[in-house]
């Protein structure tokens, strides 16, 4: 069965750091490209980082780029995410989700077939 | 950044009714859209992927349909579980795969 567990949310002052894990389970970790996607309270879903399956590749949304570096160890099944210079507005559920290629037609499509079930990360003074 | 708008923002229907949700691409996504929904203080689950392929185990009530930039999902038979928010994504421009701003569907 694929698992991902989250760790590492909680509150944290303005400027303060943080670093928030995903341990995979249940499948070949460094098969698969993984993302954070987090969700302000009340709010939508906003991806926030990706990183491919061996690492070697990393992106991130303009709204955290700078701040927030992502990263992976595939000898441990785990999935990281460095949260530095950390604002009020970065307040939210930090889900990781995998990145899952379905094949249609002979076209390769991305979408997230599992996911974790979120830690919040609360930035107050 | 490819832009994603669903409507309506939010949609109050009947269990056994038909509903269909829209959702629009800033520009042409061909057919790179995947549809969610999600539970309070749940994760998402995946629906359909490819504008109208059903992910294994979804129940036939849901479709999708649409490419370029205007996509729907068409819930057949609304059932108690299926009350929920609804998020399109577009996996166009990988990896960067963005979401529209979601659709909560409430019991009437």
């Known amino acids: 069965e694929v698992q991902l567990l989250e760790s590492g949310g909680g509150l944290v002052q303005p400027g303060g750091s943080l670093r928030l894990s995903c341990a995979a389970s249940g499948f070949t970790f460094s098969s698969y490209a993984m993302r954070w996607v987090r969700q302000a309270p009340g709010k939508g879903l906003q991806w926030v980082s990706v990183i491919s399956n061996s690492g070697g590749s990393t992106y991130y949304a303009d709204s955290v780029k700078g701040r927030f570096t992502i990263s992976r160890d595939n000898s441990e099944n785990t999935l990281y995410l460095q949260m530095n210079s950390l604002r009020a507005e970065d307040t939210a559920v930090y889900y990781c989700?995998?990145?899952?290629?379905?094949?249609?037609?002979?076209?390769?499509?991305?979408?997230?077939?599992?996911w974790g079930q979120g830690t919040l990360v609360t930035v107050s003074s | 950044d490819i832009q994603m708008t669903q409507s309506p923002s939010s949609l109050s229907a009947s269990v056994g009714d038909r509903v269909t949700i829209t959702c629009r691409a800033s520009q042409s996504i061909s057919n790179f859209l995947n549809w969610y929904h999600q539970k309070p203080g749940k994760a998402p689950k995946l629906l359909i992927y490819?504008?109208?392929s059903l992910r294994s185990g979804v129940p036939s009530r849901f479709s999708g349909s649409g490419s370029g930039t205007e996509f729907t999902l068409t819930i057949s038979s609304l059932q108690p579980e299926d009350f929920a928010t609804y998020y399109c994504q577009q996996s166009y421009s990988t990896p960067m795969h963005t979401f529209g701003q979601g659709t909560k569907l409430e019991i009437k």
């Open positions: 989700a995998r990145d899952r290629s379905f094949d249609s037609s002979g076209y390769y499509y991305v979408g997230n077939d599992y």
């Open positions: 490819a504008a109208s």
